[in-house]
Nanobody
């Protein structure tokens, strides 16, 4: 099993940047995909970006070109660099890990991960 802890959220002005971190207790091949999800009040949870142990990535159309997912294997940490933030990016951001059939299936919620972090709040407002 893997434990996940998110950090890095906060209040930022539109156009600003933020980097979220997802610290995992361990990286294993069993949990071969780690993803970032977000949920705003009154909206369903949506996949933002996912990363496989092999380096393949997926980005939601709404964040493509603005967000970048990466990992630091030495620190057992996955990052989400968020640039050019807008109020529509606000919400609670969660990271999740599991062994879906494909990277895209996890990030599009066709496959629901079993392991989730507690979430970190991101608020984009002037």
């Amino acid at each position: 099993q893997v434990q996940l802890v998110e950090s890095g959220g906060g209040l930022v002005q539109p156009g600003g940047s933020l980097r979220l971190s997802c610290a995992a207790s361990k990286f294993t091949l069993d949990y071969w995909v780690i993803g970032w999800f977000r949920q705003a009040p009154g909206k369903e949870r949506e996949g933002v970006s996912c990363l496989s142990v092999y380096g393949s990535t997926y980005y939601a159309d709404s964040v493509k070109g603005r967000f970048t997912i990466s990992r630091d294997n030495a620190k057992n940490t996955v990052y989400l660099q968020m640039n050019s933030l807008t109020p529509e990016d606000s919400g609670v951001y969660f990271c999740a890990a599991d062994q879906p059939p494909t990277v895209q299936s996890l990030c599009t919620s066709r496959f629901v991960a079993k392991h989730w972090g507690q979430g970190t709040q991101v608020t984009v407002s002037s």
